[in-house]
């Protein structure tokens, strides 16, 4: 039949009608309406939508028992590798310094020393500006200290001797041995001695 649009008219139009057929009941015969599980895909986006429902009530639930800890442990752990970057960056930029002539052999020395100190202090929650090599052989730090036996503290004296020999030793500093010493800093510091478990958010933790 014609099918008008308006002030258009189109003849010799074939339409198809396809549905779905109740073979049953006649071939002419519509089936039943489907049911929405029916269409392809339906149970699948069911299937995804409760696992994300168990996996958030299941989040829910962990951030209700240990919230309070686990978000501390993230915060305490984000905070130690802040500072290790820090004190990173701080000895490289000391020692594009010194190759480049901005600052004396001795200048470093000091500024090089400054810079563990602060690290220390910020880690740790505890002035380690003023201390001597000495003192930091009974350097209280916070629980657990990681091994135990006094290593990081046997490790920072020997290093911040080695440091006050050769800023008070009135002989001339060289570059490569302030290079030395900076490379015997960045070793101590990447060594596996300043982790969360050694931070001072992680003290008085059962």
């Avoid at 978000?71 to 004190?87: K, P, Q, T, V, W």
């Amino acid at each position: 039949p014609p099918v008008p649009f308006g002030d258009t008219e189109l003849r010799g139009l074939r339409v198809n009608v396809a549905s779905i057929l109740d073979a049953e009941n006649g071939s002419l015969t519509l089936s039943p309406e489907a049911g929405p599980l029916a269409a392809p895909g339906t149970l699948w986006a069911f299937a995804v939508l409760a696992a994300f429902a168990v996996i958030a009530l299941a989040v829910i639930v962990l951030l209700y028992a240990k919230g309070e800890s686990f978000l501390e442990n993230a915060r305490g752990a984000l905070r130690a590798r802040l500072l290790l970057r820090r004190i990173n960056s701080g000895l490289s930029r000391l020692g594009k310094r010194l190759r480049k002539g901005q600052i004396t052999e001795n200048e470093a020395m000091y500024e090089l020393s400054g810079e563990i100190r602060d690290f220390l202090s910020r880690f740790w929650m505890t002035q380690c500006y003023a201390l001597s090599a000495e003192e930091f052989l009974h350097l209280e730090i916070p629980p657990p200290s990681g091994d135990g036996g006094g290593k990081i503290q046997a490790a920072l004296y020997g290093f911040f001797k080695r440091c006050d020999e050769i800023r008070f030793c009135g002989a001339s500093v060289t570059p490569e041995t302030v290079n030395a010493v900076r490379t015997e800093a960045e070793t101590l510091v990447n060594g596996g001695w300043f982790s969360y478990s050694n931070n001072a958010f992680n003290a008085n933790r059962p």
